[in-house]
């Protein structure tokens, strides 16, 4: 397909597990962004891509989370020792990341529940 | 702390009225840029707003930029049930970096 991709679509571990998400941008897609949204709220910031470096992490909650796009194409974000507060939809976004036109395409989410 | 505030939070309106939702920030920004969002699905742009005392207009639906580029209204003409979604704000600032607001969940009743 042509948009972003999200997997799993749908996530259930235990407290104190690790999981990892995963995102496939639009091809060619430069900027890739991660964020949480909680029920009935806004997207939370968690860090931003630009190629395979992280422009900017300063979303990121704790040293327990952490995401990686080593070729600059698809991004994994890591959350160990999961907590039952880490539970939400983990949005993936990707843009072609110039100028003030700058469009976010989202995919679908990953939703994460932690028992 | 949130960087952008929305309000109001949650407004529930009849079809045919009128409504319109604001955000706002202490914070200047490159642009802002607004989406609606549907249960289960990832927000999809609206619109980019640029420049100071800019609007524009999609459909039913009326977009301003405020003067100093810290704040926006987007007003809806004869709203209908199709309308009801999640309203985001978002500011763009360093070209690249943005950040969103906590939304207006609005919902029309026909």
């Known amino acids: 397909g042509a948009g972003v991709s999200q997997t799993p679509s749908n996530k259930v571990t235990e407290k104190g597990k690790y999981v990892e998400l995963r995102c496939d941008p639009i091809?060619?897609?430069?900027?890739l962004y991660w964020y949480r949204q909680s029920l009935g709220q806004g997207p939370e910031f968690l860090i931003y891509?630009?190629?395979?470096?992280?422009?900017?992490d300063s979303g990121l909650p704790n040293d327990r989370f952490f995401a990686v796009r080593p070729e600059g194409s698809v991004s994994t974000l890591k959350i160990q020792r999961t907590e039952r507060g880490d539970s939400a939809v983990y949005l993936c976004?990707?843009?072609?990341?110039?100028?003030?036109?700058?469009?976010?395409?989202f995919g679908p989410g990953t939703r994460l529940t932690v028992l | 702390t949130q960087l952008l505030e929305q309000s109001p939070q949650f407004l529930s309106i009849q079809e045919g009225e009128n409504l319109t939702v604001y955000c706002n920030s202490s914070?200047?920004?490159?642009?802002l840029q607004w989406y609606r969002q549907e249960p289960g699905e990832g927000p999809v742009l609206l619109v980019t707003?640029?420049?100071?005392?800019e609007v524009k207009k999609l459909k039913r639906l009326t977009f301003q930029f405020g003067d100093a580029r810290k704040d926006s209204s987007l007003h809806i003409t004869a709203a209908q049930p199709g309308d009801t979604g999640l309203y985001l704000c978002?500011?763009?600032?360093?070209?690249?970096?943005?950040?969103f607001g906590a939304g207006t969940r609005l919902t029309v009743k026909p």
């Open positions: 976004a990707s843009s072609s990341g110039t100028g003030v036109y700058n469009e976010q395409f």
């Open positions: 091809s060619g897609h430069t900027a």
């Open positions: 891509f630009q190629g395979t470096g992280a422009a900017d």
């Open positions: 914070s200047v920004f490159s642009s």
């Open positions: 707003v640029v420049t100071g005392g």
């Open positions: 978002a500011g763009v600032y360093n070209n690249n970096d943005m950040r």
